[in-house]
Structure formats: C-alpha cells, structure tokens
C-alpha cells in the first residue's frame, strides 16, 4: 500500500519542465510529509482532445494538465475511515472505482514515498534518475469536494523486500498516456513499475547491484 508520501520546495518546478505549458492554478503546493486526509497538489487533464498532447509541446487551444489541490481518500459510506488506495488489479471491477479509473484519471507528483518493512522501519522509495516520481491515480467528488486516491499494484524486485505492494508508477512518456488516452488504462493498471531505490536511516543503497 501507500500511505505516506513527500512533497518538497522543487517539486512544481520539475512538473513545468517535464510538463510545458501545465496550468499551475495553486501558487504553492502543499510540501512535506502528506498523510491521507490531508491536501495535495495533483495534476488532473483540463479538457480533452482525441490525440494526447506531445510532451513538452505546446499546441493553441490544446488541452493542458491542470494542477488542483485535493484531500487524499474517498469516504468509506456508513464507515469511519477514508480508503486510500485502490488495488490495480481490480479497479475496473470495483463498483466504487471504475467510473473514475475510466473517466477521471489524475497523477499525484511525489519526491518520494514511504513503506514500512515486517520490523517497522520506515525506508523511502524513490527515482533514482529523477527527482520526482508520478503516481497513477483517480478522482472523484464528494459533497462539493474532489478527493484522490493512489492505485497500487504487485511490489516489483526494488520494493518486494520490504512490502508487497507498491504505487503504480508511471514513467515520464506516459504520463500524458495515462491522463487522455482511455486505451491505455488497462495496459498501465498491468505494467511493472520502473525501478527504484530506497534509503532507510543513512544507509542508500540500490537494489540492483551488479
């Protein structure tokens, strides 16, 4: 699962370079740890168009990725609780999730995230190659109110030693992929997420070393 997840000073500067000509419509995304419940910037398509907009390419009157501020977790009904993550495997299949995995796609921009391991030692994950992470996500609104969650799916090598599951991640070139093309939601709920490292106290290592 996910849980936790960190935000810091630099992290809407990288979406406008990954990302030219997004809508940052909040001045100041919320930074440091953020916990379900709380608010977070997440980038959400501002309209649509048949063709998915090319990456760092600009297009008059195309549709752009917008970044809006949500609070993290659908309300559980008749349930105290919020439902944070939602299992990439079935999704589709989940009544309270497959309208908004099919229509309503969002991705929350991370520095990195958090799993705790069987002796409760918190290690944080995060790209090596990158100094944000893109999680796939979903919306939906609840009394006047959008809310977000994270999907997860099957933990690849990087995060299997400490947790058997682990966000969907999604590379850089199908970001816009994930947001506007409908075919290739249930290609990115199966995919293996890139690799990544993980750091724990002070000790940084990769987890795929030679």
Known sequence: MCGRFYVDEGTDKEIERVIRGVDLRIQKMHTGDIYPSQPAGILTCHGRQKEPLALNLVTPNAPVFELKEMHWGFPQYQKKGL????????????????????????????????????????????REDRPVLFMA???????????????????????????????????????????YDDKFTEYALHKIPPKLWRKQEYEQQSLFLT
Not at 101 to 117: G, L, N, Q, S
Not at 149 to 164: C, D, E, F, R, W
Request: aromatic share 12%; with cysteine.
């Open 83 to 126: 439902l944070i993550n939602a299992r990439a495997e079935t999704a589709l299949e989940r009544r309270t999730f497959c309208d908004s995995v099919r229509h309503r796609r969002c991705i929350i921009p991370a520095k990195h995230f958090y799993e705790w391991d069987s002796d409760k030692n918190k290690v944080t994950f995060f």
């Open 137 to 179: 996500g979903f919306y939906n609104r609840f009394q006047n109110e959008e809310r977000f969650m994270i999907l997860t799916t099957q933990a690849n090598a990087s995060v299997n030693p400490v947790h058997n599951r682990m966000p969907v991640v999604l590379d850089e070139s199908g970001l816009e992929d994930w947001v």
